[in-house]
């Protein structure tokens, strides 16, 4: 019988904290600098959630000064913002602190850098909780590549894992490292999520505990 996970693995924006509309003011302000003449919606904008800026900001120009412009414009206007808007997802924290007594490993692996990630896993003390946490500059394949699974999970000195996410990429991403997956019900990209088939959902930070009692029962 195999034993139980060793350790769990969060996406951030849209898992752990609420930042979609963070998010989506970014892209705003970015796109009134950038393309003034269009007016993009808000499904437009969340459409566009998930990848690096870099690859989202390629599809709109092939100008590399451009890029970096732009990418520069979105953090300035989303480090303005950020904490009016983020917030954690309820019951996240309480049961995080419940998972790290429990005995398991915890970590992040976001497609954010790290210096832009620390803000908000700091402000709410995700931090403090964390044994590890991926960034884009930590790897040279984002998700879905599993390379960021795999970072993590040697970092941690892991052999079974589940990486829970809002985004089709993190489910793609665990399902490329064959570990366990499980959506969140609150995603912004639902739709997407679902086509992703996770191997479970949770409605609630605290559907997690359970979750992994009955997994833990059933291995």
Known sequence: MMTRLDALLFDLDGTLVDSNQLIVESYRKTFAVYDPQRKYTDQEI??????????TFRMYTEDADKIHAMIETY??????MEF?????YPHMLETLKELKDKGYKLGVVTTKFKVSALPSLQEFGIDTLLDVLIGLDDVD????????IFKALDSLRAKTAMMIGDNASDIFAGKNASIMTCGVNWSIKKAE???SKPDFWINDFRDLIPLLEKIKKER
Request: no cysteine.
């Open 141 to 148: 394949n984002h998700k879905p590549h599993p390379e960021p």
């Open 193 to 195: 999520l679902e086509q």
């Open 75 to 80: 953090r300035d206007s989303y480090i303005e």
């Open 84 to 88: 009016d808007y983020v917030k954690p």
């Open 46 to 55: 969340i459409d566009l959630i998930g990848p690096p800026l870099e690859e």
